[in-house]
C-alpha cells in the first residue's frame, strides 16, 4: 500500500514539474472517486485519477499509474455514468470541459487553431475543428470559390510562424446561415491544433467574449467585448449581438468563452458604429457540421450552389408623340 502510494506521489509530482505538460485544470475530484476512461480501440480503463493535462491523463488503478493520452480517450465519466472532465470527439468537432481562463490565457491557448483564409475575391478568418483538416469560415469570405488558400500560425522556436496551404477546397456551404466548410491538405510535418465547440444556448447577457482573427489582414489580432443581446435578428438570422470588434477579414473567425470554447462565429459588424457586431451562435455550427452532405458543395455548377434571381427587365421607351 505504501509502495503504490509512493508510485502515485511520485507521478503527480512528475506532472507537475514537466513544463511541457500545461495543466487543463479539470473539476477538482474527492480522493476517493473512481472514473472510467473509454478509449478509441474500445478499450475501458477505470482508476482513480491524479491528475489531467492537455496531452495526457494519470490514472492510479491500483497496482500502477497510467499515463492515457488525451487523443486516445473517446468518453470519460464516472463509475455510474456521469460525465466528468476531459474531451469528447465527434465526427468533424469535439467539445471538452474546460475551466475559465483570462482572454490572454484563452487567446495564448487556442491561438494555433485561428486561421487566415485568402480568396480570390478577399480575405477572412475561420478556426479548425479537426485534425484532420477541416476549417470553419463565413460563406460570404468563400462565396463563388471552390478552392481558397488557407494561412496557419503554428507556433515555433521564434514565436509564430505562418504557413500557407495552397488549394483548399470548398467541401460545404450553407448560404442561408452564412457558413462554410473548407478541406485543408495539411503538409505532414504541420500539426494542426483544434478547437472546441461549446454550448452557445447557455451564454448570457453580459458575458465577456472575445475574438481572435485578421481585421484588414492584420494577423492575429485579439478583441475583447461582451454579449449585448443573445438572439439579435440580423439579415433573417437569429445571432448573438457582441460589442467584441469585429471589421473586414475578421469574418468567419472564431468568438470564444472565457472556457476558451467557441461560442460563435463572428459574421458581420456596421461600418461607423462602434460596439454593434454580430456573431452566429455555435448551435447553427454543430447542426452544419452534423449534416455536412446535406450541404455538400456541387462544383458541377458554375453558380455554387446558389440561385440568383434575374435582374429587372429595363423598361421599354415611351413612343414618340406625333
Known amino acids: 500500500m505504501v509502495a503504490r502510494m509512493l508510485v502515485a506521489t511520485l507521478a503527480l509530482l512528475f506532472c507537475v514539474q514537466d513544463p511541457k505538460a500545461p495543466a487543463v485544470d479539470l473539476p477538482v475530484l474527492k480522493p476517493d472517486t473512481v472514473e472510467v476512461l473509454e478509449l478509441g480501440n474500445g478499450t475501458r480503463i477505470q482508476g482513480r485519477v491524479l491528475r489531467a493535462t492537455e ?37 468533424l468537432w469535439s467539445r471538452a470541459e474546460l475551466p475559465e481562463r483570462s482572454v490572454a490565457e484563452g487567446a495564448k491557448l487556442m491561438g494555433e487553431a485561428v486561421v487566415k483564409i485568402e480568396a480570390a475575391g478577399g480575405q477572412g478568418s475561420g478556426f479548425v475543428t479537426n485534425a484532420d483538416g477541416w476549417v470553419v469560415t463565413n460563406f460570404h469570405v468563400v462565396e463563388r470559390e471552390v478552392e481558397v488558400d488557407v494561412v ?5 522556436k521564434n514565436g509564430f510562424e505562418p504557413r500557407t496551404v495552397r488549394k483548399c477546397k470548398v467541401a460545404a456551404i450553407n448560404p442561408n446561415m452564412d457558413l462554410a466548410l473548407v478541406k485543408m491538405e495539411a503538409p505532414s510535418d504541420l ?4 478547437i472546441y465547440l461549446g454550448d452557445s444556448d447557455g451564454m448570457q447577457v453580459g458575458d465577456t467574449v472575445y475574438a481572435i482573427g485578421a481585421p484588414i489582414g492584420l494577423d492575429r489580432t485579439v478583441s475583447s467585448g461582451i454579449i449585448s443581446v443573445t438572439n439579435r435578428t440580423f439579415e433573417g438570422r437569429c445571432h448573438f449581438q457582441i460589442t467584441t470588434p469585429i471589421n473586414p477579414g475578421n469574418s468567419g473567425g472564431p468568438l470564444f468563452n472565457l472556457r476558451g470554447e467557441v461560442v460563435g462565429v463572428n459574421s458581420a459588424g456596421y461600418r461607423g458604429f462602434q460596439g454593434l457586431n454580430f456573431a452566429i ?27 440568383y434571381l434575374p435582374a429587372p427587365r429595363k423598361p421599354k421607351a415611351a413612343p414618340a408623340a406625333k
Open 55 to 91: 496531452q495526457a491523463i494519470f490514472i492510479d488503478v491500483g497496482y500502477d499509474v497510467l499515463k492515457v493520452p488525451i487523443a486516445s480517450v473517446l468518453r470519460r465519466e464516472t463509475v455510474d455514468g456521469k460525465r466528468t472532465g476531459g474531451v469528447v470527439h465527434e465526427k
Open 152 to 156: 496557419v500560425y503554428s507556433l515555433g
Open 191 to 194: 500539426q494542426l491544433k483544434t
Open 281 to 307: 451562435p455555435a448551435k447553427y455550427v454543430i447542426d452544419f457540421l452534423n449534416n455536412r452532405d446535406a450541404f455538400a458543395l456541387d462544383t458541377t455548377r458554375s453558380e455554387n450552389g446558389v440561385h
